[in-house]
T-cell receptor, first 114, second 118 residues
Framework: AQSVTQLGSHVSVSEGALVLLRCNYS??????LFWYVQYPNQGLQLLLK??????LVKGINGFEAEFKKSETSFHLTKPSAHMSDAAEYFC????????????FGQGTELSVKP | GAVVSQHPSRVICKSGTSVKIECRSL??????MFWYRQFPKQSLMLMAT?????????EQGVEKDKFLINHASLTLSTLTVTSAHPEDSSFYIC??????????????FGSGTRLTVV
């Protein structure tokens, strides 16, 4: 079975500050991990994904995440927050034997203060 | 890149009626599509896996007779909420995978449908 835990349902940062959104996973097989962003009343947009290649993954809009097997973590970071980064962020996991099903974390709402 | 179109974006219906939501892959063929449900301020819960030309696979606890899924072509899957009730009000999102992408897990999501049952 697989699961994802996102620590912190709400994170608030100042514009220009570091963004750190935490994600820990559980998987009995090598995982594939994703970060998605969702704006109000919209679908999900893929930020980045880890599929067993490089452990440091760079995504769109300046975001990156590092896969750490020893810590079962896949935290999302961005060096400098922008007002447009305010949204809901979801971490998700799947694996080769899951038939394409994604398991999502609870989500983290990111607020950016001017 | 791959695009998934979902319609309608918003729908309001009366209790007891049925509502159909469409999910189309615009520039690729998707043998498999997924339907998710999202309650306000909550995460996405997988409802079912839609397979072209065969029956959908429903997750535990999802009523297959209430949430009818049809995947009649390689570019279209539909979700019909039958005899809708206020508790069915939610945000429904579909996703599909473009099998031609390099990575085996390039999921694309539709823009979602906000269903309100009154």
């Amino acid at each position: 079975a697989q699961s994802v835990t996102q620590l912190g349902s709400h994170v608030s940062v100042s514009e220009g500050a570091l963004v750190l959104l935490r994600c820990n996973y559980s998987s009995s097989v090598p995982p594939y991990l994703f970060w998605y962003v969702q704006y109000p009343n919209q679908g999900l947009q893929l930020l980045l994904k880890y599929t067993s290649a490089a452990t440091l993954v760079k995504g769109i809009n300046g975001f990156e995440a590092e896969f750490k097997k020893s810590e079962t973590s896949f935290h999302l970071t961005k060096p400098s927050a922008h007002m447009s980064d305010a949204a809901e962020y979801f971490c998700a996991v799947t694996a080769y034997n899951q038939g394409g099903k994604l398991i999502f974390g609870q989500g983290t709402e990111l607020s950016v203060k001017p | 890149g791959a695009v998934v179109s979902q319609h309608p974006s918003r729908v309001i219906c009366k209790s007891g009626t049925s509502v159909k939501i469409e999910c189309r892959s615009l520039d690729f063929q998707a043998t498999t599509m997924f339907w998710y449900r999202q309650f306000p301020k909550q995460s996405l819960m997988l409802m079912a896996t839609s397979n072209e030309g065969s029956k959908a696979t429903y997750e535990q606890g999802v009523e297959k007779d209430k949430f009818l899924i049809n995947h009649a072509s390689l570019t279209l899957s539909t979700l019909t909420v039958t005899s809708a009730h206020p508790e069915d009000s939610s945000f429904y999102i579909c996703s599909a995978r473009d099998p031609t992408e390099d990575s085996p897990y390039g999921y694309t999501f539709g823009s979602g449908t906000r269903l309100t049952v009154v």
